[in-house]
């Protein structure tokens, strides 16, 4: 399964998912427009994509940053008019704890994972609408499905995110433009490197992207995986609170206070 000859557009393309789908999706004879904070190691993947570099845009962007977001999305859409798809692929992740509660990191995490997103969407609805085609991708997370012990700012930041797709996704239907939502579990990037805790099934960052170019190619409206923590998942969720409270408590007994 791939994608041929698409405009292309990936936020969070200098590291992980994001690089490793650009890297593939150049390598497909897409046209990349690649979006992220650090400009140098989005010039090194064009570099990288060898013969395909003419087919690779690049942009500085905070995507927190409201009003950079504006200047840049006009930029890019004054250059390149269309977009295909765009992955709007941002994301952070702490670990947080009431040991060592810090606001500033869910204010990060929310302006990142959640705002930055809509920030993205806002800019790029009127072409999709004016257009009537298209795909807008959102990168959540199973982690969206519950409220997981110290993962709490980036559990209810992706909960956030899939649940404003799912609106968004009905809304814009009539329009003829597609909204799918990613959902991972583990996969091995810099965001899950700092871990120390056993993630189960870990997966390579190579694994993943296949499974979403292939997910993306059919066009499907929920890319989630791995198939097995996905389905634990899907089970996970059906866990009435009281019980799901039981076990979460005892794991932080089992496991300790701290990580
Ligand atoms: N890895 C996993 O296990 C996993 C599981 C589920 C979901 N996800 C999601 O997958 C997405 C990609 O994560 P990853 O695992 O590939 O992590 P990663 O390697 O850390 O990549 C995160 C990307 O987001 C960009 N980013 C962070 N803050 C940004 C900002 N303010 N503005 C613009 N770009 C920003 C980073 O680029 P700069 O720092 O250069 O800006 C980087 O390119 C995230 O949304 C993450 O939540 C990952």
């Known amino acids: ?15 992980g998912i994001g690089k490793e789908l650009a890297l593939r999706l150049a390598a497909q004879n897409n046209r990349l427009i690649l979006l992220s904070r650090r400009l140098e190691l989005l010039n090194q993947i064009k570099d990288d994509a060898g013969n395909k570099n003419q087919q690779i845009d690049v942009f500085l962007c905070d995507v927190s940053d409201h009003e950079q ?44 994972n959640v705002m930055g997103v ?56 009539p329009y003829g433009v597609k909204v799918i939502t990613i959902k991972p579990g583990f996969v091995k990037t810099p965001l899950t490197d700092k871990n120390e805790f056993k993630m189960p099934m870990l997966m390579s960052v190579n694994k993943a992207v296949d499974i979403i170019i292939a997910g993306l190619t059919k066009e499907k409206t929920i890319i989630q995986f791995p198939f097995l923590i996905s389905a634990v998942i899907k089970f996970v969720k059906l866990i009435p609170n009281n019980l799901f409270d039981y076990i979460s408590i005892n794991h932080i007994k089992i496991t300790g206070k701290k990580d």
């Open 69 to 112: 977001v504006k200047t840049v999305f006009k930029s890019i859409l004054d250059k390149h008019k269309t977009i295909d798809i765009s992955i709007l692929n941002s994301g952070v992740s702490f670990r947080n704890s009431i040991e060592d509660f810090d606001a500033s990191k869910a204010k990060k995490t929310f302006d990142i």
């Open 118 to 173: 809509i920030y993205c969407i806002e800019q790029l609805l009127p072409m999709y609408m004016k257009e009537g085609r298209g795909i807008i991708t959102g990168v959540s997370s199973l982690a969206d499905a519950r409220g997981f012990a110290k993962s709490g700012f980036y559990c209810a930041s992706k909960a956030a995110l899939s649940i404003y797709l799912e609106s968004l996704r009905s809304e814009l239907k």
């Open 1 to 15: 399964m791939e994608l041929f000859e698409k405009t292309i557009l990936i936020t969070g393309a200098s590291t």
